[in-house]
């Protein structure tokens, strides 16, 4: 089984679990090993798919303010966390391959392992959806049809970006590629580079 093949299995089990009570408080029940890659696959789709719900939410025309704000500081502290489990994914790539030596002309690739393996948490929590969108028997045979075109989008993508991530991971292991993880730096959570946050707390 490739590392897609298995990182694709784990996505689906993370979004059809989380789909037993379809509730963004549901606590998770992570079953793999915490120190194995696939405890940080199931995590990582696990936050990518509460989120895709809170992101549901927050769009309601009829929201609570006070309800809406509160859900972005969720969501804001959800994107911290899918950002921190991706870089932490990478440090396991980088651990991985430690040991190769890159050839000479070995090159680096536009994007890290783990930014990839994001989309394609992404793109499995796509695919859920519109396969739901396709099945909906309430809705006109056009929305159907025309969720049914996109689904098949959707799936090519999912072959594509599988193989082309087995591919990079094959070379980063041959040596003809190489890896760096750099942080993403992120400054708008971080108190001491947001100026309204450090300019809110200087006033005080």
């Not at 694709?8 to 963004?24: C, E, G, P, R």
């Not at 990582?44 to 303010?65: A, G, M, S």
Request: glycine share 0%; proline share 4%.
């Amino acid at each position: 089984m490739s590392f897609t093949e298995k990182a694709n299995k784990i996505f689906s089990q993370a979004i059809n679990d989380y789909h037993l009570t379809d509730n963004v408080d549901t606590p998770i029940r992570n079953p793999y090993d915490r120190d194995s890659i696939d405890y940080k696959l199931y995590l990582k789709c696990w936050i990518d798919t509460v989120q895709w719900h809170y992101e549901d939410i927050i769009r309601d025309p009829h929201i609570n303010p006070e309800e809406a704000l509160a859900l972005k500081r969720r969501i804001d502290h959800s994107n911290q966390d899918r950002t921190d489990l991706v870089e932490d994914i990478d440090s396991y790539f980088r651990q991985e391959y430690s040991e190769v030596n890159p050839l000479p002309d070995a090159r680096l690739n536009t994007e890290s392992p783990a930014w990839a393996i994001d989309r394609l948490s992404i793109l499995a929590l796509k695919i859920y959806h519109m396969q739901e969108q396709v099945q909906r028997t309430e809705a006109s045979e056009e929305h159907r049809q025309k969720c049914q075109f996109k689904l098949n989008v959707l799936l090519e993508q999912q072959v594509d970006l599988s193989t082309a991530i087995d591919q990079l991971l094959e070379d980063i292991q041959e040596g003809r590629k190489y890896m760096k993880v750099y942080r993403q730096m992120k400054m708008y959570n971080d108190p001491a580079t947001n100026p309204v946050l450090y300019k809110a707390a200087g006033s005080k």
